[in-house]
């Protein structure tokens, strides 16, 4: 789903090669590339931080937002924010779901529907992000536990900026993650970012629920992750 643009925040990239984007207040933004792997011949591998290896536990996590037919610009906002956690055996410990009313446009359009199954009635009685987004960091554990979050794709991490920034929430925990899609698409050689079902098509699994559905798409990913971790390096 297309979103707002932001601006590129300064980039770092680590020692062991991965690319975090730094800014300030949790409001990072990874529009900025830094390709450390162009030779073909290499298949690059999700080389993590030392501090993000540290990491006891995986959040892969996935949001649908409000959408139109018509390509109008209009700011998009979360409805829908899924997520798998996973220990550092890769086991699934937990899932989480929630849907969420939007703020500016708090009706669901036939298209949006017709896109993510997701209707009217699942967002009347729905809390607005900032409440939300507290439901989810409690279920996270950011204060007790260390935690790597993951999405396939960067538009899950900069639509967590957009909507905190429109409920002026600060979201510091959103510099520990990484874009899963970005770097399975690296460590396959593939110049082009491999959409999640056919990475699943690759790794001999299938695609379990309804696609575009926040909670159905995280459930999948994790089980992508937990079989390419290793091979990805990441545990």
């Given amino acids: 789903m297309p979103d707002s643009a932001l601006m590129p925040a300064p980039l770092r990239t680590t020692s062991l090669g991965l690319d975090v984007c730094m800014g300030s207040k949790g409001r990072e933004n990874c529009t900025a590339k830094r390709h ?3 030779t073909a ?3 690059p591998r999700l080389l993590l931080s030392l501090q993000a290896m540290s990491k006891r536990q995986f959040i892969v996590y996935d949001l649908e937002a409000t959408c139109w037919r018509s390509r109008k610009p209009r700011k998009v906002e979360i409805i829908e924010i899924g997520a798998v956690k996973l220990n550092e055996n890769l086991e699934i410990i937990d899932d989480f779901c929630q849907f969420v009313r939007p703020k500016l446009h708090p ?3 036939p ?3 017709k896109l993510t199954s997701i209707v009217q009635d699942d967002i009347e009685g729905a809390p607005l992000f900032d409440e939300a987004i507290e439901q989810f960091e409690d279920w996270v554990g950011f204060d007790d ?3 790597m979050l993951m999405s396939w794709g960067e538009f899950d991490r900069r639509q967590f900026a957009n909507d905190a920034r429109l409920h002026n929430m600060d979201l510091p925990w959103l510099k520990y993650w990484a874009c899963l899609q970005r770097h399975y698409s690296r460590w396959k050689g593939s110049k082009n970012q491999i959409g999640l079902k056919n ?5 001999g699994l299938s695609f379990d629920g309804t696609q575009h559905r926040a909670i159905e798409d995280a459930r999948n990913m ?3 992750f937990a079989k390419v971790a290793k091979p990805l390096s990441i545990v």
Wanted: hydrophobic share 50%; proline share 0%; glycine share 0%.
């Fill in 199 to 203: 990475a699943l098509d690759m790794e």
């Fill in 41 to 43: 011949a290499i298949r």
């Fill in 111 to 113: 298209f949006c529907t």
């Fill in 36 to 38: 450390l792997f162009t």
């Fill in 145 to 147: 536990t260390r935690s």
């Fill in 222 to 224: 994790a089980k992508l």
């Fill in 107 to 109: 009706e669901i359009s």
